[in-house]
């Protein structure tokens, strides 16, 4: 559309001889081509459409100077005073009038600021600049930096957001395609390991994120990598908008060297327009020129730079870049009121992002009324002296809601604004290891600030936001022969083991500057004995440094220039430089944040390997095998690194967790609160919101408030508010609502937190006083212990359906169940078997309730191995090889998913290939007492035994998600069953499990044992026994209440 209309106006031009026909042939060619109506001359405007007002000259009378009479006038003389005098008359703000200026040779667009005109450079008549105007005219007024705005213009369903993605998905193919190493795959190999790994993906999660994702990799892509590629190109894209972004803040505010900047650079030519955004974004200068040191520094993102370099692509990414930069020309970014009281960018980012793959990354981003929340909780906050930092920060969030109260603090106590830059800008950090996230957290700062910079002329500040690891930082070594601080970073193919004498790692300023120079000589190629002489020239190092730190230096070196000569370099020394500056941050009086959710088994294996010696140092991990660490969420292991690492002495940390940590048994190491022998991180107050859902992706959230003290142990019981909605309102929190507006919606129960049994032990969590009372039932059982059901690993081929019977044959007909389980074993399967390794099977909760037993569907367990010892094997393997032939062709038939389970391969190797796991002589018991590990409410039952075909009665075998207690006499089982059943011990079992997560309840429960001789337990066994038979509400609760006397007797 613009090339025809800008081909018709150049057409069209060189007969224009005045002004009245450059006007007439400007309104005639644009309304038709835009289909609207330009109003004429009126009331001293030539022309006007909506909030965007043209003012026209005769051609050429600017003589392509903003010093000429004609351009000063019209500016000064036209379009201020209009536009005053508009806005005064409908009430709309001047600020969001569009003016242009044209002698049609040259356009200039204008906005009004404090009521004085401000103008941009005259552009030349071009397609870009004409586009431009179109552009001004169609959307008719400035538009505010909104999260409705932005993912209009830029989000995943916009136009050139998809045009732009699809192109970069072809360039990336094509790279990652090569058989040989080039720069791009580097870059996209690197990121993958550093910062781009995706957890665990199941296929529908992964056909769901397909289905929004709306570009598309070359088929030939490898398939492991589609999802982390199309991270990747989100995420680059992302980059390149919010670095646009910031450029026009910075111009717009008049901190850089442009007085406008996407306006400019959208008239120029490809190489000058690549050039640009080379040399002004991607390595910082127009941020240099405003005096933000470093504001650029991740080189990931920049690949788009190299992708223009193959002549396929170059053409059609900077036509795509054009019209971006026109789209930013128009919005208000001198104007940032929205963007300083919510976080826009991060309602962007969650826009371009599928809601799948931003959960298996644990990036579940705070809203902005939680983040309030977060920060009331802190004691006493000396806003203008205390350091914060949110070491997961994000977008930055907390950081912008943190700077909003120094900000307004600093007003009531009249702080000058250049001393209030010194003030944020030494006291509020953030890291995060993801680069978007720093890119957007420095970008979300910039807006935070730039009326502040914009009033402290010539102030030069650095952000900051480091691209650093909240787990993983940089560490001493002190038993080298020369103290020096190493760091282990990048992908197998690097493999960086960076090491850095540990004066020189503390020394900021001068690392900084031998990185850069050491940067420039890998370049030239150049080799570590030119390096070091320059060093010395440059003042860098002195001859006894030069000596002593020859090992070190030159071994960091040489690995970064043997990259180089792989072709796998360009990023290194800007990475490295931010990872070391996390180590000279200094201690923080406040640590705030929401760290990731990321499950430890969910982590990258290169990743884990890394930090695992560290988080081993905190004594986290489990000390049950299996709820180790491979259950542990990473939010834990951060808050234990974090307070260690940057937390001062009564400092406080305020994290948003997930509310698991307080209760699992995968979380007994956070439990300790013992950051080491000295230091402890002694919890001050929960928040629990689990009933709620502040995010759409999780439903544990946890508001945890923590202060760091030196020898003390947590003073229990904790104060825990638990909140709930009101009546008539909907557990889903909006994101985009005020704190106010939350607090009105939502109410809260005040409680109390104390561990069941010491200090690792689950918090039970009860009302005040309660805990007392409950007392006598806790302790660990000396008389009966929980056990888990079968575990098989497969249950479509082990839990079947018996559908046909022979009893000539001996043998009965099962069928396969493909719906049960994650793993595909194919469509469903009939095998003629032998009935001899078939018992009857209890699934879970939906197959019984409070001493009732209704079986959802009828299933049978196939149990080839009675144990797990050697001997139960052999005797498995020998009836398979006599009298269970048949079932020993249905295991061979599935063998190759039979090796393929996780818990043979674990704890099974030296077994048969069909042996499963949690199973013994008390599986096979002839009363069972049974919970299940996940129910929303506490309930048990006896189950007994059930007519196998052509077996005859055997007893019930629980899933593995069932627990139990094997009995061998009837009173007993229905006694346990009983007391299980009572107020009390629901009570108190709620209280301390989760209901996902039940497990076995006397690790923590030791309930009064039964006696054969004692009339009580014998009539609760019978009540309980008549139930089974025939229940009703009326003996429950007469069960209920016999119960809670024999526990806790008046």
Request: hydrophobic share 40%; net charge negative.
């Amino acid at each position: 559309m613009y090339q025809v209309l800008f081909d018709r106006l150049r057409q069209a031009r060189v007969n224009w001889q005045n002004e009245e026909e450059l006007r007439i042939g400007w309104i005639k060619e644009f309304s038709q081509a835009l289909n609207i109506e330009m109003q004429a001359e009126r009331q001293r405007q030539d022309s006007s459409y909506n909030n965007v007002i043209i003012e026209f000259k005769s051609p050429g009378l600017f003589h392509g100077k903003k010093s000429s009479s004609a351009f000063i006038q019209a500016m000064n003389e036209r379009l201020q005073p209009y536009i005053l005098r508009k806005a005064l008359h409908e009430g709309i703000s001047p600020e969001d009038y569009i003016g242009i200026a044209t002698d049609g040779d040259h356009i200039c667009f204008a906005r009004i600021s404090n009521n004085k005109i401000i103008y941009g450079d005259l552009l030349t008549f071009s397609l870009a600049s004409v586009t431009m105007v179109g552009t001004a005219l169609q959307d008719s007024f400035r538009r505010a930096i909104t999260v409705t705005n932005l993912v209009d213009d830029f989000g995943v369903s916009s136009s050139i957001g998809i045009q732009l993605m699809q192109t970069l998905a072809d360039a990336l193919s094509l790279s990652i395609c090569q058989s040989e190493h080039n720069k791009i795959k580097m870059i996209f190999e690197e990121w993958r390991t550093l910062f781009g790994q995706v957890a665990d993906l199941t296929q529908a999660q992964r056909v769901q994120i397909g289905k929004v994702i709306q570009f598309q990799l070359s088929p030939a892509f490898p398939q492991d990598l589609v999802i982390p590629g199309s991270l990747f190109i989100i995420h680059t894209y992302n980059s390149l908008i919010i670095k646009l972004l910031a450029a026009e803040v910075v111009s717009a505010h008049g901190l850089s060297n442009r007085d406008v900047f996407s306006q400019t650079i959208a008239t120029y030519s490809d190489n000058m327009l690549l050039h640009e955004l080379n040399e002004q974004i991607e390595k910082g200068f127009l941020f240099d020129s405003a005096g933000i040191k470093g504001f650029i520094e991740e080189a990931i993102f920049s690949w788009y730079i190299d992708t223009c370099e193959l002549p396929e692509y170059k053409a059609t990414i900077l036509t795509l870049i054009r019209g971006i930069l026109i789209k930013i020309s128009f919005y208000r970014t001198d104007t940032l009121t929205e963007m300083r009281t919510r976080d826009v960018l991060k309602g962007f980012y969650q826009n371009l992002v599928p809601d799948a793959l931003r959960k298996s990354l644990g990036e579940f981003y705070t809203p902005d009324w939680l983040v309030e929340f977060t920060l009331n909780k802190l004691e006493s906050p000396q806003w203008l002296t205390d350091r914060i930092l949110d070491p997961t920060c994000g977008s930055g969030s907390f950081l912008l809601g943190a700077i909003r109260r120094i900000r307004s603090y600093a007003v009531t106590v009249g702080i000058k604004d250049e001393d209030l830059i010194g003030i944020l800008t030494e006291n509020v950090w953030g890291f995060d290891l993801n680069p978007l996230a720093v890119q957007t957290s420095r970008v979300n700062y910039l807006i935070a600030i730039a009326d502040l910079l914009q009033s402290s002329p010539g102030k030069v500040i650095e952000l900051p936001i480091l691209l650093a690891d909240a787990i993983y930082s940089p560490a001493r070594q002190p038993n080298h022969e020369n103290e020096v601080v190493t760091y282990t970073i990048g992908s197998e193919v690097a493999n960086l083991e960076i090491v850095i004498p540990a004066e020189l790692a503390f020394d900021r300023q001068r690392l900084d500057r031998i990185f850069i120079l050491m940067s420039e000589m890998v370049n030239n190629d150049s080799a570590y004995t030119k390096v070091k002489e320059k060093l010395v020239l440059a003042g860098l190092i002195n001859q006894e440094e030069s000596v002593h730190w020859d090992e070190p230096l030159c071994d960091t070196y040489n690995q970064i220039l043997e990259l180089h000569k792989r072709n796998w370099n360009g990023i290194w020394f800007r990475i490295v430089r931010n990872f070391f500056w996390s180590i000279t941050a200094g201690s923080f009086q406040i640590v705030v944040g929401n760290p990731p959710w990321v499950r430890w088994s969910n982590l990258p294996e290169l990743y884990r390997n890394r930090i695992k010696p560290t988080c081993k140092q905190y004594e986290i991990f489990s000390s049950t095998p299996h709820h180790g660490g491979n259950e542990l969420d990473v939010s834990g292991m951060i808050t234990y690194t974090v307070a260690d690492k940057w937390l001062a002495q009564e400092g406080q940390l305020a994290f948003v967790i997930t509310q698991a940590h307080f209760q699992t048994p995968s979380s007994e190491g956070f439990r300790s609160f013992s950051i080491n022998e000295i230091d402890r991180l002694i919890p001050i107050s929960v928040d629990d919101f689990k009933a709620l859902k502040p995010f759409q992706a999780a439903n544990k959230t946890a508001v945890a408030h923590f202060r760091k003290k030196q020898y003390l142990e947590p003073n229990y019981p904790v104060p825990y508010d638990v909140w709930n909605a009101k009546i008539g309102q909907p557990k889903l929190i909006p994101s985009n609502i005020s704190l106010e507006e939350v607090e009105a919606r939502i109410h809260s129960v005040h409680l109390e937190a104390v561990p069941v049994n010491g200090l690792r032990s689950p918090w039970s969590i009860l009302p005040p006083g309660r805990f007392q009372a409950l007392n006598k039932i806790m302790g660990i059982s000396t008389w009966v212990r929980g056990r888990k059901g079968v575990t098989t690993d497969l249950n479509g081929v082990y839990f079947v359906r018996i559908i046909n019977q022979n009893e000539t044959s001996g043998l009965v007909q099962i069928e396969t169940r493909p719906e049960a389980g994650k793993k595909d074993i194919g469509v469903a399967q009939k095998f003629w078997i032998e009935p001899h390794m078939l018992y009857p099977l209890i699934k879970g909760a939906g197959d019984f309730s409070e001493c009732n037993l209704s079986i959802e569907e009828e299933l049978f367990a196939i149990i080839p191995n009675l144990g797990v010892n050697k001997k139960d094997c052999d005797e498995a393997e020998l009836m398979l090889d006599t009298i269970a032939i048949r079932t020993k062709d249905y295991f061979r038939s599935n063998e190759q998913l039979l090796r393929s389970r996780s818990t043979w391969k674990r704890y099974l190797k030296d077994k048969p290939y069909y042996s499963i796991y949690n199973v013994g002589e008390y599986a096979f018991s002839p009363y069972k007492v049974i919970w299940a590990e996940q129910s929303s409410r506490f309930k048990a039952a006896v189950v007994t035994g059930e007519n196998v075909p052509l077996i005859g009665n055997r007893p019930f075998v629980p899933d593995h998600k069932v627990f139990y207690v094997a009995c061998w006499n009837s009173n007993e089982a229905y006694y346990l069953c009983g007391l299980l059943n009572s107020n009390i011990v629901k009570e108190y079992v709620e209280s301390h499990v989760v209901s996902i997560n039940v497990g076995n309840i006397f690790k923590h429960m030791n309930l009064l044992e039964f006696d054969q001789e004692n009339q009580d337990h014998l009539a609760l066994a019978r009540l309980v026994e008549e139930a089974h038979r025939c229940s009703s509400e009326e003996l429950l609760i007469k069960i209920r209440d016999t119960a809670d006397r024999i526990l806790i007797p008046n």
